[in-house]
C-alpha cells in the first residue's frame, strides 16, 4: 500500500478561508509551525479560468449543488479552494453589529474574546492589512449606480460597500476570481504572508477525520486527491503536536467532527442568511459587465434585511430571465440592459447538518413564517426600487405573481397571503452557528475560548463557532474571531511571545 | 471494510455511473431539448440571439456540469432530460417525447414547464436552461453578440469609469482549453 503523505508542526488548520487563514496568518507570525490542508486546488489569481463554468468547477464546492434537503432545495453556495469562499465572494466588509456582540458576550461566554477594545485593535488591523476601502465611484458600474438613484429615490438608507479591494478596477469577475488580484481575499494575502512566514500548505488533500490519542486531537487524517478529476490518489496524515484548528465552513466541519466521533451540540443548530433576487430591463444601456460585482447596499438591521447590488456573469443573467425561445432570445440579444438587486435576510430559522448518505452534508432548514414575510416584503422593495431607477420591466422571479411586471404597484402582489416559499428562488451564501460557543456545555460544542467540549487540543474557528446569524456579511467577523481565539491560544502555549 | 470506506467506494461508483451512464438516447433527448431553448433565428440588430451551426457544444456543456455536481444533483439533470422528453406525454397526453415535436411546439413546451405550478417541474426545468445558458453565453462569439461586455461612453462617463478593462471575449482563453489544469499539490516557503 501507498504510503501516506505526513507531515508534522505545532498547529494543523483544516481549511483556508476567512477562519482558517486568520489562523495560520496569526499563529505562524508567533514562530511556531504551522501546516493548513485544504481540499480544494491552489490557483494563483493569473491561473484561474476565465470561463464561468470552468471557474466555478476549479472553485466551487459542487458547482453550487449543494442543496438542503428540504422539499424546496436550497442552494448552499460554498468555496473549494485555498482561500475557501473568499476566494468566490465580493469581499464585503462589515463589523460585527454592538448589538449582536453585546448578546454573544452576555449569552454566549464570549465576553473576552469579543472584549470591545482588543475587537477593535484586530479589526483595525485586519483592515489596514487587507486594504479594507469603500468602493470608489469610478467602480460603482452601471448596476451600482442604478441601486444608488433608487436608494436616494426612495429616501433609503444606501451607501457605497465596503471591501477588501481598494485596487478593484471594476471587472465584475469576483465569482471567478479576480484577474488582477485586487481582492485581498485570503489566497492573495493571509496565505501568502503565512507561507512567507513558515507554515506549509496543502492543497487537494480532504480532511476525513481528526485522530485523538485518548481526550487529545493529535493528528488529522484524509485523502489526497487528484487535480482535474478528485479522485482519490492517496491518504495523508497531518500531525499535530500543539493543537488541530479545524476551519472548513459551517457546513463541513460539523461532518468533520461529526466523523471523528465527536457529536455532542455538533451540526444542531444551523443559521444562514438566505436571499433572493430581482432583475429589471432598462431601456438605456447598464453594463453589469463593468463595475464591482457587488457596489451598493441598503442595510435595514430594523427589519433584518440587506438589500445588495449584484452582477452577474451573463451565464448566470441568461438563466435568470424568464422564458424561452423567442422572448427569451430578444433578452439575450441586450444583456448589457440589464440590472440585479438581491435582498438577504436574517432568518430566524434553525436546522441542522448531519453526515448524508453519499458523503456529504445532509442540511435541514426551511424558513419560519416570520422569515417568509419578511422576505416578500424585501422582494417587493426590490421591485419598488428598481422601477424607481428607472426600469421599464422588472423580473421579481416569483413563481406565482406575473413575471414580467410593468408597474411598481404590481410589487404588492408579492406580498399576498397566496405567495409560498417554494415561489422563490433562494440561495444562501452565509452559514453560521453548527459547531457553537456557549455556556452550556449541553447545548453548545465549543468553549467560550473555541475548544471543542472535552478534547484537548482541537478548536473550531470559522463560522460553525458563531452563536448565531448576524444580519451582515460574516467575513469579517470570522476572522476578527478566529484572530482573537488563534491569539489567546498561541499566548496560552507561548505566554512569552504575542501573537502577531 | 469499515463503513467509512464502503460509503466512500459506492460514493465513487455513484460518480461513475452518473457521469458515464447517460446513454446515447438520453443524450438525444437532451440536444432537443437544450437547443430549443434558443432555436435559430434570424440575427440582426433587433432580432433574438441563436448560436450559429457549430458554435455552441450543449452535450459537452451538460456532461461536464454534470460531472462536477453532486450526485445528487447529476440524477436530477437526468431526470431533468426524462422528464422534459416525456412532457408531451404526461403533460398532453401525446403518446410521444418533446423530441417528436416541432421546434417551435417545443420551444412552447419549455415556456410552459418553466412556469409550471409544480416547483419540481419548474426547478428541473430551469436546471436545463441553465445548462443551456452556460454553453449558449459561454461560447465567446455568442457572448460578444449579447453585448453584455459592450459599455457605452455615457454610462462609463455616469459611473465615472477611467479606463477601459479587458473583456472576456477580448481575451485569450486559450491555455484554459476548457479543461481544469493542473494545480499545485503543496506548498512551502
Known sequence: MKRPLEDSADYVIVGTGAGGATAARVLSATGASVIMVEEGPSLAPHERSRGLLDAMGESMRDLATVTTSSPAPLPLLLGRCVGGSTAINSGIIWRLPEAVRAAWASMHGMHELLEPAALERVFGTLETELEVSEVSDDVLGGNGLLMKVASDALGLPGRAMRRNAKRCVGNARCLQGCPEGARQSMDSSYIPRALHQGARLHALCRASRVVLDGTRATCVQGETLDPVTRAVTGRFEMHARRAVIVAASAIYTPLLLWRSGLRRGVGDDYQAHPGAAVVGRFDRQVGMGFGATQAYEVPLPERGVKLESIALPPELLATRLPGAGEEWQRDLRRLDYFAQFCAVVRMGAHGSVRPGLWGGPKVRYEPLPDDLRRLKESVALLVRMMFAAGAVEVYPGVASVPERMTHPEQAELIVADHVRRNDFHLMASHHFATAKVGLDPAHSALSPELQVRGVSGLYVMDASALPTNLGVNPQHTIMAVAWRAAERLANMQRPSLRAA | ?189
Request: glycine fraction near 6%; hydrophobic fraction near 45%; include cysteine.
Open chain 2, 1 to 189: 471494510m469499515t463503513g467509512q470506506k464502503l460509503r466512500g467506494q459506492l460514493w465513487q461508483l455513484s460518480v461513475k455511473q452518473e457521469v458515464y451512464g447517460v446513454t446515447r438516447l438520453e443524450e438525444a433527448w437532451a440536444l432537443d431539448l437544450l437547443a430549443a431553448f434558443a432555436p435559430p433565428a434570424n440575427e440582426g440588430p433587433n432580432a433574438q440571439l441563436s448560436a450559429l451551426p457549430g458554435e455552441v457544444d450543449y452535450l459537452k456543456t451538460l456532461r461536464r456540469m454534470r460531472a462536477l455536481s453532486t450526485p445528487l444533483a447529476a440524477f436530477g439533470l437526468r431526470a431533468a432530460v426524462w422528464l422534459l422528453a416525456w412532457a408531451p406525454l404526461w403533460l398532453d397526453g401525446r403518446w410521444l417525447t418533446s423530441s417528436r415535436l416541432q421546434l417551435s411546439e417545443r420551444c412552447g413546451l419549455l415556456r410552459r414547464l418553466l412556469a409550471h405550478k409544480s416547483f419540481a417541474v419548474r426547478e428541473l426545468s430551469l436546471l436545463l436552461k441553465l445548462v443551456a445558458s452556460m454553453a449558449l453565453l459561454g461560447a465567446p462569439t455568442v457572448r460578444a453578440r449579447s453585448g453584455y461586455d459592450n459599455v457605452e461612453p455615457r454610462v462609463r462617463a455616469e459611473s465615472g469609469m477611467r479606463r477601459k478593462l479587458p473583456v472576456l471575449t477580448e481575451e485569450s482563453n486559450a491555455a484554459d482549453g476548457g479543461e481544469t489544469r493542473q494545480t499545485r499539490h503543496s506548498v512551502a516557503p
